[in-house]
């Protein structure tokens, strides 16, 4: 299974001011799962910001702060109002339980002893892993909510001891700020983790330190670990396309089984060439471009692609300064075909 990357609209345990902005800008770089905590804003804020959430497509989550019993009722009372996804944290499950059934709010609360704000992990490896075995069979608790990196156990043990005595998702929070840590988490058996402050801050590794470029990465680096390709958006496709300036030699982006998907870059007339049996896919990116056939020529804006069947000769001409071009192809595919030419390429770099 996947990891899930749970983007906390949180500095140092509070929900930060000015949550709203932030959350616009996860939800356009394509983060679905977002939270908060039910302190730092006023109740009618926190509601609204959960409805936007929701109404971005992606799920909300609540993590409780206060631990003493009457503060989590009512944290657990605010979820319901509030009408969030999931419920993270607290200890109170006897408490809890009861408010939220029938709400349709699944529950993870912490295990182990939860002490002070902002909050640490107190007790011994198997004693956090005795809590969590007993937490997680209980009915009403959906996963656990681990303060794994708040602990001064070893973590890398303790997220693997409580994840080995739980079939439920384990969501690892606190403090992961690079992609070994995120790596960490995945081979302990974990379901997903929580980054707030580091990204906010501009602390995670990335190109850039504003939030936009700091959750990218992240996903890009959760992708990574999943073993997923990252899906590549306009944005993304822009920046790898000006990672290389040569032309006529494409560059590798990604395979989908047998298929290798290309970025080229297009400048004047190409070679007359076939492909004995593969055909090619041509999707224009950026400026456009001609494909001549020896009965006739046809244009490709931008936008729009053409696919070459095998066998057939074709002579592809830039029609723009620079032509920026995906290609889809067999992983076998040449460039210049049949033809010899001083442009023939065929060990492709990564881009
Ligand atoms: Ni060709």
């Not at 007359?272 to 471009?289: I, M, N, T, Y």
Request: glycine share 8%; proline share 3%.
């Amino acid at each position: 299974m996947g990891l899930r990357f749970i983007f906390m609209l949180t500095r140092n345990d509070k929900t930060v001011d000015d949550a709203e902005k932030h959350l616009q800008t996860a939800l356009a770089a394509g983060v679905h799962h977002i939270g908060f905590k039910d302190v730092g804003l006023p109740f009618e804020r926190l509601k609204k910001l959960n409805q936007s959430i929701k109404k971005g497509g992606a799920t909300s989550y609540l993590e409780v702060v206060s631990l003493d019993r009457d503060s989590e009722v009512a944290s657990a009372q605010a979820a319901v109002e509030i009408g969030v996804d999931i419920l993270l944290g607290g200890t109170n499950v006897d408490a809890v339980l009861p408010i939220i059934k029938g709400a349709g709010i699944q529950y993870y609360p912490f295990p182990g002893k939860i002490v002070g704000h902002p909050s640490t992990l107190e007790g011994t490896i198997e004693e956090i892993a005795a809590s969590a075995k007993d937490l997680s069979s209980r009915e009403g608790v959906d996963g656990l909510d681990l303060l794994a990196y708040r602990s001064r156990e070893d973590v890398g043990k303790l997220m693997a001891a409580v994840c080995a005595v739980t079939d439920k998702p384990v969501i690892m929070a606190g403090s992961i700020d690079t992609k070994a840590r995120i790596a960490d988490v995945k081979s302990s058996g974990a379901g997903g983790f929580t980054i707030g402050t580091a990204a906010l801050d501009g602390i995670y590794p990335a190109q850039g330190n504003d939030l936009d470029a700091q959750l990218r990465s992240i996903l890009k680096d959760v992708a990574d670990v999943n073993d997923h390709v990252s899906r590549f958006s306009t944005k993304n496709l822009d920046e790898s396309f000006s990672k290389f300036t040569e032309t006529w030699s494409p560059r590798i982006a990604g395979q989908v089984n047998n298929m290798m998907i290309k970025l080229a870059k297009f400048e004047g007339e190409f070679v007359w060439h076939h492909h004995a049996v593969e055909d090619e896919l041509f999707l224009v990116h950026k400026g456009s471009l001609m494909m001549k056939f020896r009965d006739r020529d046809e244009m490709v804006h931008e936008g729009e692609f053409i696919i070459v069947p095998h066998g057939v000769e074709h002579c592809p001409v830039a029609m723009s300064d620079i032509c920026e071009v995906i290609l889809l192809e067999p992983a076998t595919t040449v460039n210049t075909g049949n033809t010899e030419d001083d442009r023939r390429v065929t060990n492709l770099a990564e881009v």
